[in-house]
């Protein structure tokens, strides 16, 4: 066999065949650059087409005191140190950078240090980018994308440090600010796909005009993520951790929105600045995080929280706000305002609509003030379905009569009262309506009801005294779902022996109760509907036709137990299925079936199988996956039919049949372990590089049984094309067989396993290691191969590794793709 130094001098000669040369360092003379002598062949790389490849092993530096400028770096060796010193500038074409080891951007020094990527391009590997900034300066150290052609930063790479990173990058992996003593600064647009995160770690992340979409962005270890005064854009973003908005900064939301389970801080730093939080097209604000408004001077708009074009903005019912300053604008709520600084007001202006149950309070001491509206002398509230304007502990809730939509009547404090001799016949009226929620009391001083009171379900009012009357209604209603007109059955168990039939178009039977169906029970929905709103169904049909479906209704839980489900059935938002047996479904279940914000759940009680000849959909609707969620709850679901759409799944789900996320393109979540059996098919839709199906964590992936492609939007193959499919911490197993349409010339499928992700690349059959390229890496990895006999080194596949491989596989690298 040939030797490895033999098979290099084959790797240089073909390199240079093809005049590009490649230059491998040597390290003979010294540790510097710019020494010929430290290259073979002797000389240096600085001018564009040539490359630098550094795979010598053992422990040592490289020293760059020049400015080179070449079309690739290749560093291999993870033991090697590359570092550029102060007041030069490394720029790199179109190879990229691939690095296994450690490449540090500036030394120490206060004059600038840069690489530069000029023609796009992938910084890929497994090794790390240390920026080191030394002043007050952020561009000590900096890395830039300039041009056109974005930058990929693939997974398994970092860059770390303190700096600046400048331009147009596609984040794959993780950017993240770690120097206690400086901040890292990002500057530009960053389109975060499969796991890109922006991390401050002990330290701030400053975006000073940086545009992010997608992935994670997060503060850990008393570490911030810090909008500046050139402001940021978000938009289906998650966002963790501390996250801050300074004086005179802005930082806008777009469309879809943010998923926020953190702390969004505005007006961080106490600046007597404005801070501000835009929203500037319409977006939603999920998650369980909170946003804090934080004024500190006479001047309400210290901290805002504003829409702007027109946009309307969502709050989750997961989300908090609270502190003080101005909240202006257009808001659908669900959340909970509230007004919790004993120093300060939270002013409101505009119009907030919390038909959703949204909640307005004050708490120790805080106020929540409503400005007078200019036109109108007299005060007037003009209120729809919603949450209550709670009053708590010491706090009160002052109203300044701007009309709003949803909440509740609010009071002035007990210092703007008047008091008044009390006079029999004097009356306080109001005419708003009041909803009241699930389990909620409604406490009103100094106010008797002499007006109809209309409830479906138990709730609290207490009457206190009886100098005024109220004449508004009193209507408790379940949030997010129709008002319960009436009491509904009571609970019992019942035998039905003929059809339960719902035939009238566009309304619901309300189901409510045990339903044993064992002797052959049908609930139908024909052109009707049935809502499933509490109780359990065993055995039996459940169907819909002629447009009618069996849903579980908007805050219903109904369980099942040994059921089959034919035609139209699903669940709408904010409702339970629960599973305490194996389900047949021989038509289309859908979960979230009215594209509801509240979460839609299908949970299992016991190990549970859904089998039969029909379809499960997922609909998700917003950026929060769990929109449609099946949650295997501690059991197993075992799912023996396709499953489609988008959504989440937690605990442990096995799929048998087919996979097939997105109505066109779009992701699974996967929150536990998910198991691709042997008989499964991973249906995966190519739109784009940026637009394909995908199975995403934080959970864990088993794969096995066949992936099938196919191609949407009129997506045209080509080599170097890569799709991060299956994206998590623990990914195990291969895929047993991969089908897809044809490609073009010599172009083939390829997936590439690592433990955190199982990628498709489409590429040449010459690109070993699977990296979307064909250079010297893969020449290095096939010589692996062939110098181990392993049969994937079998090129000519004669069953045998000899020399006549080795030859194949050389003449088709050297031939390129």
């Not at 979307?772 to 692996?784: I, P, R, S």
Request: aromatic fraction near 4%; include cysteine.
């Amino acid at each position: 066999m040939f030797s490895k130094l033999a098979a290099l001098g084959l790797i240089l000669a073909a390199g240079q065949a093809s005049a590009q040369v490649i230059y491998q360092w040597d390290g003979q003379t010294s540790n510097l650059w710019n020494e010929a002598t430290n290259w073979v062949p002797n000389g240096v790389p600085d001018v564009p087409g040539e490359e630098a490849l550094i795979a010598v092993g053992g422990l040592y530096t490289i020293g760059i005191n020049m400015s080179p400028s070449i079309d690739a770096l290749t560093v291999v060796n993870p033991d090697a140190t590359v570092e550029l010193q102060g007041n030069r500038n490394f720029t790199i074409g179109t190879g990229g950078i691939v690095n296994d080891g450690l490449i540090q951007i500036n030394t120490g020094s206060t004059f600038n240090a840069s690489i530069t990527l000029d023609q796009g391009g992938t910084i890929g590997g497994t090794g790390r980018i240390v920026l080191v900034r030394s002043s007050s300066d952020a561009n000590d150290a900096r890395l830039v994308q300039s041009g056109a052609a974005p930058v990929t930063h693939a997974g398994g790479h970092l860059i770390t440090g303190s700096g600046r990173v400048d331009g147009f990058f596609h984040n794959e992996s993780e950017i993240i600010a770690d120097d206690p003593a400086h901040a890292l600064v990002l500057a530009g647009v960053f389109t975060q796909i499969s796991g890109g995160v922006l991390r401050a770690d002990g330290t701030t992340l400053e975006l000073s005009g940086a545009t992010i979409s997608g992935g994670l962005v997060e503060g850990v270890g008393g570490g911030t993520v810090e909008t500046t005064s050139a402001g940021s854009d978000f938009s289906n973003t998650e966002l963790q951790g501390s996250i801050g908005v300074v004086g005179n900064a802005v930082m806008a939301v777009n469309t879809p929105g943010v998923l926020n389970s953190g702390g969004v801080t505005v007006n961080s730093n106490g600046s007597t600045f404005n801070a501000t939080l835009s929203v500037q097209s319409d977006a939603q604000f999920t998650g369980s995080g909170e946003i804090v408004l934080n004024r500190v001077s006479s001047d309400a708009n210290d901290a805002r929280m504003i829409t702007e074009n027109g946009a309307v903005a969502t709050l989750g019912a997961g989300q908090l706000v609270r502190g003080s300053g101005t909240i202006n604008g257009d808001f659908v709520s669900q959340a909970a305002i509230l007004a919790d600084d004993p120093a300060q007001e939270l002013l409101l202006i505009g119009s907030i609509d919390q038909a959703g149950g949204g909640t307005i309070g004050a708490d120790g001491r805080g106020r929540a003030a409503r400005r007078r509206h200019p036109h109108r002398r007299r005060a007037r509230q003009h209120q729809r379905r919603g949450g209550p304007r709670q009053r708590r502990r010491r706090g009160h809730a002052l109203r300044r009569d701007q009309p709003r939509r949803g909440g509740h009547p609010q009071q002035r404090p007990p210092q703007h009262r008047r008091r008044r001799p009390r006079q029999r016949g004097h009356h306080h009226r109001q005419r708003q309506r009041l909803n009241l929620q699930r389990r909620n009391a409604v406490h009103r001083r100094h106010h008797a009801r002499r007006d109809r009171l209309r409830r479906a379900q138990p709730g609290l009012v207490r009457q206190l005294r009886r100098q005024h009357h109220h004449r508004g209604r009193i209507h408790r209603h379940c949030r997010g779902g129709p008002d319960r007109l009436g009491p509904g059955p009571r609970r019992r168990r019942l035998r039905p022996e003929r059809p339960i039939l719902a035939d009238q178009p566009g309304f619901d039977l309300l189901v409510k109760g045990t339903f044993d169906q064992t002797a052959g029970g049908t609930m139908r929905a024909d052109t009707g509907f049935i809502a499933l709103d509490d109780g359990q169904i065993t055995g039996g049909l459940l169907e819909g036709v002629n447009g009618g479906a069996v849903q579980v209704a908007a805050c219903g839980e109904m369980a099942v137990d040994t059921v089959t489900l034919a035609g139209e059935t699903g669940l709408r938002g904010n409702s339970s299925l629960i599973l305490r047996g194996p389900v047949t479904n021989d038509g289309q279940l859908t979960i979230n079936t009215n594209a509801s914000t509240f979460n839609a759940t299908i949970r299992a009680e016991a190990d549970s199988t859904i089998s039969g000849t029909g379809a499960i959909v997922l609909n998700q609707v917003t950026s929060d996956t769990a929109d449609a969620r099946m949650d295997a709850n501690g059991f197993t679901i075992t799912l023996a039919q396709p499953v489609r759409g988008k959504g989440r799944f937690d605990g442990t789900i096995v799929a048998q049949n087919e996979v097939a996320p997105g109505a066109s393109a779009g992701a699974f979540a996967v929150h536990g372990d998910l198991t691709l059996a042997p008989t499964a098919t991973f249906l995966v839709e190519l739109g784009s590089i940026s637009s394909f199906d995908q199975l995403v964590g934080p959970g864990t992936v088993a794969i096995d049984g066949s992936l099938e492609i196919s191609f949407i939007d009129g997506y045209a193959p080509v080599f170097g094309d890569v799709f991060t499919i299956i994206d998590g911490p623990d990914i195990t197993g291969e895929f047993a067989s991969l089908s897809g349409p044809a490609l073009p010339g010599e172009l083939v499928y390829r997936v590439r396993y690592d433990t955190d992700e199982a990628t498709l690349v489409i590429t040449c059959p010459t690109d070993t290691n699977l990296d979307g390229a064909v250079n010297t890496l893969d020449f290095l990895e096939y010589l692996n191969l062939w110098t181990n006999g392993d049969p994937e080194a079998d090129w000519n596949e004669d069953g045998t590794v000899n020399t006549l491989d080795f030859l194949a596989y050389l003449n088709a690298w050297t031939a390129g793709c």
